[in-house]
């Protein structure tokens, strides 16, 4: 049964057609990646699966009809997704960033705080090793966690934009170029930590340009053009098709 679903997403801006009738899913412990020329219609698709658009079609998140589901509502069911800017709260470290997206469990009242004092403290204490251990698991090392954002490398700040896109879980993770401004170590950091994250049963929907990336960590690919679905497939199957050669070379082999 797959996680994530989507039938028919349509996309206008007034006559112009952004994205027309695309179909695909993801499973758990898949990755699904979204691929295409620029103006291929990527950003249209998470978009319109994250309701950030009016669009036509439906998507269904583990079997539930999700579509009239508004974007704020969309994270506590388990759909999350990372933007290609690096959002962080620039004010906050590394780790009260992470404390951020745990508020519900790392958050007291202030009745609270003042009533008990000593189980608010011990709340703290536990949320903040639950948010370094988050951290670690996605390669931002303990001792980034007191720096500010600014101050830790562009390729961690890139697994710290997923980290805390994924919070403390999801069922569904959209990536919007992970990949982007990134080479050598961090790409592979980068590939490891897609890795896992299929490993630890999530399904993940990558949109990327790296074509490198995309077909080390892909278990199947959408590849769109104008706004249409033209291929859908394996790596290897993608990387034969016709319709997909004719798109990003201008030819057919």
Not at 50 to 75: F, K, N, W, Y
Request: proline share 4%; hydrophobic share 45%.
């Amino acid at each position: 049964m797959s996680v994530l679903s989507v039938e028919g997403l349509g996309v206008r801006y007034g006559e112009l057609v952004a994205l027309d009738s695309v179909s695909w899913s993801v499973g758990a412990g898949e990755l699904l990646g979204i691929i295409g020329p620029n103006g291929a219609g990527k950003s249209s698709c998470y978009d319109a699966v994250t309701a950030m658009v009016s669009r036509q079609g439906r998507v269904h998140l583990r079997g539930e009809d999700i579509t009239a589901v508004p974007a704020h509502r969309l994270a506590e069911r388990g759909l999350k997704r990372a933007f290609q800017q690096n959002a962080f709260f620039h004010e906050l470290s590394v780790l009260e960033n992470m404390l951020s997206v745990m508020q519900r469990t790392a958050g007291s009242s202030l009745l609270a705080a003042a009533l008990t004092p000593r189980v608010s403290a011990r709340r703290r204490a536990q949320a903040a090793r639950q948010a370094g251990a988050l951290l670690e698991r996605f390669g931002i090392d303990a001792h980034y966690h007191p720096r500010l954002p600014a101050e830790i490398p562009y390729g961690t700040q890139r697994l710290l934009s997923i980290a805390l896109a994924h919070g403390t879980g999801a069922s569904a993770l959209l990536l919007d170029e992970p990949g982007a401004g990134l080479g050598g170590a961090d790409m592979q950091r980068l590939t490891d930590l897609l890795l896992g994250l299929k490993q630890d049963g999530l399904a993940v929907v990558v949109i990327e340009h790296h074509m490198d990336l995309i077909m080390a960590v892909a278990d199947r690919i959408v590849v769109l053009d104008q706004g249409r679905q033209i291929a859908l497939g394996t790596p290897a199957e993608v990387q034969r098709d016709p319709a997909v050669l004719e798109a990003y070379l201008g030819r057919t082999q």
